[in-house]
T-cell receptor, first 111, second 115 residues
């Protein structure tokens, strides 16, 4: 069983549609990060959320940390082909700075 | 200017060979990592070094040996390569070992194929 479960695993949508992807766990975390990975590249940090209920916006992307700090969601408004990629959530273990990643959501936005 | 650079980008080799992957970061970060991404895109930590000292060594076969000659470099040597070692290996760095808001900067990966 993975520490972080991401859903859906795959998502294919048309340009202009809205979507939400989820990152869930039964554990409580002090912080959670979202990364985006494009083909042939390494993951790139999008955002860090640290407070239960916190909402952060990055242009058309809205990130929310659950009130109980066990889960998070990423909502994309009016998706564009440039949003295509693998979206990964990650949390830091109690031992320190080691990031543990979820299995990712592969998003494809068709023109 | 590349922040975290890995070489080579692609590596194809035969079973039983020994190979190395190099990683360098020019961010002045204290901590560096090696991750393995399998065919299902799952990223798993292998090693973590802080100021040239090994902090984490997850359940990785001892055929894998990291070396950190200085804070800016973390190389990965693999002995007696096996088919199951085929994956994409990512180097990453972070400003510090601890800190809730500290993020990782990843290299672009090394795709290792063992034939």
């Amino acid at each position: 069983t993975q520490l972080l479960e991401q859903s859906p695993q795959f998502l294919s949508i048309q340009e202009g549609e809205n979507l939400t992807v989820y990152c869930n766990s039964s554990s409580v975390f002090s912080s959670l990060q979202w990364y985006r990975q494009e083909p042939g590249e390494g993951p790139v940090l999008l955002v860090t959320v640290v407070t239960g209920g916190e909402v952060k916006k990055l242009k058309r992307l809205t990130f929310q940390f659950g009130d109980a700090r066990k889960d998070s969601s990423l909502h994309i408004t009016a998706a564009q082909p440039g949003d295509t990629g693998l979206y990964l959530c990650a949390v830091r273990g109690d031992a320190g700075n080691m990031l543990t990643f979820g299995g990712g959501t592969r998003l494809m936005v068709k023109p | 200017d590349t922040a975290v650079s890995q070489t080579p980008k692609y590596l194809v080799t035969q079973m039983g060979n020994d190979k190395s992957i190099k990683c360098e970061q020019n961010l002045g970060h204290d901590t560096m990592y090696w991750y393995k991404q399998d065919s299902k895109k799952f990223l798993k930590i292998m090693f973590s070094y802080n100021n040239k000292e090994l902090i984490i060594n997850e359940t990785v076969p001892n055929r894998f040996s990291p070396k950190s000659p200085d804070k800016a470099h973390l190389n990965l040597h693999i002995n007696s390569l096996e088919l199951g070692d085929s994956a994409v290996y990512f180097c990453a760095s972070s400003q510090a070992w601890t800190g809730a808001k500290v993020g990782y900067t990843f290299g672009s990966g090394t795709r290792l194929t063992v034939v």
